[in-house]
């Protein structure tokens, strides 16, 4: 029996619907199931740039490739009509594959019996470069698939952008910024037309048509691209001769790495995704310290490395950050970031011990002390040098760095006390051990970073406060302690004395107005391991750093000789603002602080000598220098040889061998030359007649010592 339809059509009309159907229920499931795996797009290289924009450095990713993420907005816009027109001229037009091209394509492979031409969109090449494959059939169609997926996800505009940052361009370049800085030696916002042809030929063959390694190769198929776009983008005919004329540079530029280790310590610490972080850093200052930093080190060792920071007073945001004389000199160590690095602080801690006794109110900076040996229970500090000058202001102990008298106030104020009041400042100090803060902090007796030294200095050259350093533009507000450091009147009065230390040798003192004021102090830690300078004017706080990495001495090179020119070099590099508060304040605390004007109980600060004054019990007088019977090592045909008293009535009388020995009427020191070997006689006597009597023996050592110094004296610091 013959079969008859009776459906008019409608049952295979539904089954069409039902596979139309069937199927874009499937693709929906695989969407689904199996969406785009953009890691490759999302692992892009970390940039670091300057305050400017400048790029500082860039990391690298997997296999040390270099993908660096781009924008539209920055890249030159013929670049971007010269790619459409050579690779995807529908590329606004299409959902992700070409059917015209991929239907060309496929008609060309069969009439010629091999691939005439390709049918891959920009979507496709970019599926490609998000998930890698070898180039067979069933590669193609899952391309094909990724390319629906990802124009149903993402705009044209993203779409490019991937393409841009993914693209290969030879080596370990990866995206067109790599590519126009290594090439070009630029950034992409401009381009040549013989720049724009020749990174949209790169990526059809990155490996053969590198221009550093195959510049005739590269050089082909950049006026191939040049001859076929130029129509369409509407390129003059001259010009696209002009650039085809134009040979192709076949040397690769290296980008210089600026703020190596402010780079690298910014990468580790970030707590977001953001890959492009922007510091605080002054690009240019930051590339003229790291070239002084480097002829710095230079010029004191072979295996010398240093460090400066340079910090806005009022922001408290970093300018420039150099870690060490060149993260690539090796034998400098230069990959040690010595901003970090826990060292001594040699002396450069004295200020604050000084300021916090004025601020408690223990001392003024013409309070009159004695330097000369002393024992703080059992603990007997020695000058630099072993130079002692007697009666001495705070202010002119200060100046000279004289460690006895530094000693002698933070006994007074209390070594937990000083070390608590920084803490409170959340400044960290690390103590030998599980010690307790001692009399060896005021000369450098534990650790501290070039970082924190500065951030106090710009406390005390601006409000008090001290508060964390900025390196980047954006993060959250840190905690600041809720008091300063020490109040206005004894920050200015330390700024007063560090401002008339003199500049180092060859430099002359200001005079005037128009001349930069930098108070400043050196340090040298123990064994002439580390040499500081940290100094302020009004705008700036600038901290500097020199010595070898590994803690090895380099004798005869200490802060003032070799740090201090370095920090007067920084402060060259930088701009001259106005007076700061503390200049400005001088002639009032000059005018509060003199020695007449001050209470009793301020004129000296040791005890004997406060009885003194006012007529008490006058204490015995005593020869503190030299120890009776000591036995001195000198050397040249004279010596000098400092003579120390305590007790008695002033004026003092000094007598050697019976033959009066000049030196200040109120002083309680004096100086005697020693002519040769022999036994001396040291006499003082008082107003009151008291006498105190010490014999010594001098001799030569049998081991050399520096020419005209007595063989027992070392330096300590400075």
């Known amino acids: 029996m013959p079969w008859h339809y009776n459906g008019s059509g409608r049952w295979p009309t539904a089954c069409l619907a039902g596979f139309v159907l069937g199927c874009v229920a499937l693709l929906a499931v695989l969407d689904e199931l199996n969406p785009p795996d953009m890691t490759r797009f999302e692992t892009r290289s970390l940039e670091v740039r300057a305050s400017g924009g400048e790029l500082l450095r860039v990391f690298p990713v997997e296999d040390g490739r270099l993908r660096q993420q781009v924008s539209l907005d920055e890249v030159d816009p013929l670049f971007i009509a010269m790619l459409l027109a050579f690779e995807d001229k529908r590329f606004y037009h299409h959902g992700g594959v070409d059917g015209r091209a991929l239907a060309r394509a496929l008609y060309q492979a069969v009439t010629s019996g091999e691939v005439v031409s390709g049918a891959s969109t920009l979507t496709m090449q970019v599926a490609k470069l998000l998930e890698p494959r070898p180039r067979t059939v069933g590669a193609k169609i899952i391309e094909m698939f990724r390319a629906w997926q990802l124009e149903g996800r993402f705009s044209k505009k993203q779409i490019l952008e991937m393409y841009l940052t993914l693209a290969p361009y030879g080596g370990n370049l990866e995206g067109i ?49 040049l001859k076929r776009v130029a129509p369409l983008v509407g390129l003059d005919p001259h010009l696209a001769k002009l650039a085809a004329d134009v040979p192709v540079a076949s040397v690769r530029h290296v980008p210089d790495i600026v703020a190596a280790h402010a780079a690298s310590r910014l990468r580790f610490a970030r707590s977001n995704t953001d890959m492009v972080l922007h510091t605080t850093l002054d690009f240019a200052l930051q590339k003229r310290l790291e070239r002084l930093a480097l002829s710095g080190a230079r010029g004191v060792h072979e295996q010398a490395s240093a460090a400066i920071l340079v910090v806005d007073n009022k922001t408290r945001t970093i300018m420039a950050y150099v870690g060490s004389a060149g993260i690539g000199e090796g034998r400098r160590l230069g990959y040690v970031d010595m901003v970090r690095a826990v060292r001594s602080p040699g002396s450069t801690l004295k200020p604050f011990i000084y300021g ?80 307790k803060a001692g009399l060896a902090i005021a000369l450098g007796g534990l650790g501290m970073t070039l970082e924190d030294l500065t951030a106090m200095y710009a406390a005390l050259a601006d409000d008090g406060v001290v508060r964390p350093l900025k390196l980047q533009q954006a993060g959250a507000e840190d905690h600041l302690p809720d008091h300063a450091l020490m109040r206005a009147p004894a920050r200015f009065a330390v700024a007063r004395i560090l401002a008339n230390i003199p500049p180092p040798e060859g430099r002359l003192v200001p005079t005037s107005a128009t001349q930069r004021q930098i108070a400043y102090k050196t340090g040298t830690s123990y064994g002439f391991r580390d040499a500081w300078a940290i100094g302020f004017d009004g705008d700036h706080t600038v901290g500097v750093w020199l010595g070898r990495a590994d803690g090895t001495p380099i ?43 001050l209470p009793p109980g301020l004129k000296y600060f040791d005890r004997a000598e406060r009885l003194i004054e006012v007529g008490a019990h006058v204490a015995s007088l005593n020869i503190t220098f030299p120890v009776p019977d000591s036995v001195l090592e000198i050397m040249g045909e004279t010596t000098p040889l400092t003579l120390l008293a305590e007790g008695g009535k002033r004026p003092l009388q000094w007598f050697v061998d019976g033959v009066p020995v000049q030196s200040g009427r109120w002083a309680r020191n004096a100086s005697y030359q020693l002519s040769g070997e022999g036994f001396y006689g040291v006499t003082v006597v008082d107003a009151l007649g008291q006498r105190s009597t010490a014999k010594i023996r001098a001799v030569r050592p049998r081991t050399s010592a520096p020419e005209g110094k007595l063989g027992i004296l070392t330096p300590v610091a400075d």
Not at 365 to 383: H, I, K, S
């Open 555 to 597: 004798p005869g090179h200490f802060g003032a000789a070799s740090a201090a020119p370095l920090l007067f070099d920084v402060f060259d590099n930088l701009e001259k603002g106005g007076p700061a508060p503390w200049e400005q304040a001088v002639q009032t605390a000059q005018a509060t602080s003199a020695f007449e004007t």
């Open 356 to 435: 916090m006794a004025f601020d408690e109110g223990l001392a003024a900076p013409e309070t009159r002390l004695r330097d000369e040996p002393r024992n703080f229970g059992g603990y007997t500090p020695n000058n630099f040098m072993d130079r002692h000058y007697g009666e001495v202001s705070i202010a002119e102990a200060l100046a000279l760095s004289l460690n006895v008298p530094a000693v002698a106030v933070l006994d007074r104020l209390g070594p937990v006390n000083f070390a608590q009041g920084l803490r409170d400042q959340k400044i960290p100090l690390v103590l030998p051990g599980a010690e």
């Open 177 to 225: 910024k790599a590519a126009s800085s290594a090439y070009f030696g630029h950034d992409t916002k401009h381009m040549t037309p013989e720049e724009a042809a020749l990174l949209v030929a790169l990526p059809q063959s990155p490996t053969r048509l590198r221009p550093d390694r195959h510049s005739a190769d590269a050089r082909r198929a950049r006026d191939k691209v």
